[in-house]
């Protein structure tokens, strides 16, 4: 199982960026897929997950009304479209699936990680 994500980079606060997730290596019915972040000395943290099957978002609550996750099918490719973004949120941002819905994804309850891409917010 190969979880590819790419997108991040240098913003401005207030800006925007989109992350995407390549998914491949196996069916992902019955999966979640998320995104975690990892700012530097602090732990991983849940940003937003999405239930592969139906679509069903679930979001932390820094999160809500700034992020939106999606997924397309057809293309195994999970995103994450980040706006209005702060200097607190840069951090590395790590795509991962779990066998679990949307709301119970949990960094503990994910079976495959991929490799992160780093976010930074800075004038």
């Known amino acids: 199982v190969q979880l590819q994500a790419s997108g991040g980079g240098l913003v401005q606060p207030g800006g925007s960026l989109r992350l995407s997730c390549a998914a491949s290596?196996?069916?992902?019915?019955?999966?979640?897929l998320a995104w975690f972040r990892q700012a530097p000395g602090k732990e991983r943290d849940f940003v937003a997950a999405?239930?592969?099957?139906?679509?069903?978002?679930h979001y932390k609550e820094f999160a809500k009304g700034r992020f939106t996750i999606s997924r397309d099918k057809a293309k195994k490719t999970v995103y994450l479209q980040m706006n209005n973004l702060k200097p607190e949120d840069t951090a590395v941002y790590y795509c991962?699936?779990?066998?679990?819905?949307?709301?119970?994804?949990?960094?503990?309850?994910?079976?495959?990680w991929g490799k992160g891409t780093l976010v930074t917010v800075s004038s």
């Open positions: 999405v239930s592969w099957n139906d679509g069903s978002t």
């Open positions: 991962a699936a779990g066998r679990v819905v949307a709301f119970k994804a949990t960094a503990g309850g994910m079976d495959y």
């Open positions: 290596g196996r069916s992902f019915s019955n999966f979640a």
